[in-house]
């Protein structure tokens, strides 16, 4: 993101907190109270979160005189931090309709121009390594208030109500053809890459999560990937040849899912009249063929995979396949907030001109993989310590980023997990197959 530099980290530090204020800028405060369900958390609580990382780890301990805000705030805002003490639950941040949103832009503020005062003097590598990660943490955080800002806003079926106007392109997607009467002509493309003894995880040159390493040695067989995200034309292929209605293409712990959710399309797909739509962060519009499928839990995917007679790919393929690709697609800055159809060839070409397309952006990629410890993985001393490693049990790794992920927040080793079930993240996924 920056060098360790004093002035280079005031300017990202104050880069990125206007990020947020950009993001959450739209939305009422009423908007940013609500909680939809336990795993999502109102927009107010994100904003006060990521500035309570902040005061906890870098004002109150590095900075002399400094005078906390409100030392309520370090039980209503603390997220899952043992070490710091006890915190308010998680399913119940919903009902905080104190302190305000008002109040809780007073937090930032206040904590801002102490971490202004902290950032002109002279840094050790430890505070700015915390400065570092705060600010990825951020940048996390800006993603999930983009996922549960949709997820609220889609619980007033009677408005669905825009996030932000909806763009013109929207607009013609919206009044497009019936996507259901789109069948997925082309075949699928493969890239085929040979197996052998690789080198995953991040070297250690530049910011990573802890997760994201040690770097080590994993076997991998010659495989191929499919050269683009399934899109949702082959959704609707796999809808109407009863996808939904085959237990056999299921995982048992998956089908048992499908049952109790009534899972019969994906996450905010809806049938009307006029044909499929899907509710986005620009409203409800048409579903569009040639676009990647998006909010597919773990299981949906993998039932898809063994209905095409595929399968999803290991995080370790999926990283040795992006190894070279530039990190540009429709993320960041240049992102549209809803997965977009390939706009053509990535530059790198990939084995008789196969050519990878969309893989960064667009939508987390769900692997195989289990989200656990790399060999060598040690716990960081202290309260950070609690990061990832934590959670490394009974969810699954996704790769690639997606449509609302913050610009200069991915890499190829970056490793996005979730539980399987999940659906309200940006997910979707490649398929993978045995050479």
Not at 20 to 30: F, I
Not at 117 to 127: C, G, K, P, S
Not at 138 to 167: F, T
Not at 309 to 314: C, F, H, K, Q, W
Request: aromatic fraction near 12%.
């Amino acid at each position: 993101m920056t060098s360790n530099s004093p002035a280079s980290l005031l300017q990202a530090y104050r880069s990125v907190r206007a990020h947020t204020d950009s993001l959450t800028a739209p939305l009422s405060d009423e908007d940013q109270c609500i909680q939809s369900m336990p795993d999502v958390s109102p927009t107010k609580w994100h904003r006060a979160h990521v500035t309570w990382f902040f005061e906890t780890f870098l004002c109150k301990p590095r900075l002399d005189g400094y005078a906390e805000h409100d030392p309520a705030f370090g039980f209503l805002f603390n997220s899952y931090y043992e070490t710091i003490g006890k915190r308010h639950p998680r399913p119940e941040r919903g009902n905080l309709s104190r302190p305000s949103c008002a109040e809780v832009t007073a937090y930032r503020r206040h904590v801002d121009e102490a971490m202004g005062q902290l950032l002109t003097l002279e840094l050790d590598d430890e505070i700015a390594d915390l400065v570092t990660l705060g600010l990825h943490h951020e940048q996390q955080h800006q993603e999930l208030i983009l996922m549960d800002i949709k997820h609220v806003l889609s619980c007033n079926p009677a408005l669905w109500p825009a996030y932000r106007a909806l763009g013109e392109a929207a607009h013609a997607a919206r009044t497009g053809a019936d996507a259901s009467a789109v069948k997925c002509a082309d075949k699928v493309r493969w890239a085929s890459f040979d197996g052998g003894e690789l080198a995953v995880g991040h070297d250690g040159c530049g910011f990573a999560f802890d997760n994201e390493g040690p770097r080590h040695r994993v076997l991998v067989e010659p495989f191929r990937l499919a050269d683009r995200p399934v899109t949702c034309a082959q959704w609707l292929e796999f809808i109407a040849d009863g996808g939904y209605e085959t237990p056999t293409l299921w995982l048992s712990d998956g089908w048992g899912q499908r049952l109790a959710h009534g899972w019969e399309e994906p996450s905010y797909w809806h049938l009307a009249d006029e044909g499929w739509q899907v509710f986005t962060l620009e409203g409800l519009k048409a579903v569009a063929p040639d676009e990647p499928v998006c909010h597919l839990s773990y299981y949906e995917a993998d039932a898809f995979a063994r209905w095409a007679g595929a399968r999803l790919p290991t995080e370790f393929e999926w990283e040795h396949a992006v190894t070279g690709l530039p990190r540009t697609g429709n993320i960041g800055s240049c992102a549209s907030l809803h997965p977009g159809p390939a706009n053509g060839p990535t530059p790198a070409l990939r084995n008789e001109q196969v050519e990878l397309q969309q893989m960064y952006g667009d939508v987390w990629e769900w692997t195989s993989s289990p989200y656990s410890a790399y060999p060598g993985f040690r716990v960081a001393p202290g309260a950070v310590g609690e990061y990832n490693g934590k959670f490394m049990i009974s969810q699954l790794v996704l790769r690639g980023g997606c449509c609302a992920t913050p610009e200069g927040h991915i890499r190829p080793t970056y490793r996005n997990f979730f539980h399987p079930h999940t659906r309200w993240h940006f997910s979707g996924l490649r398929l993978a197959a045995a050479q």
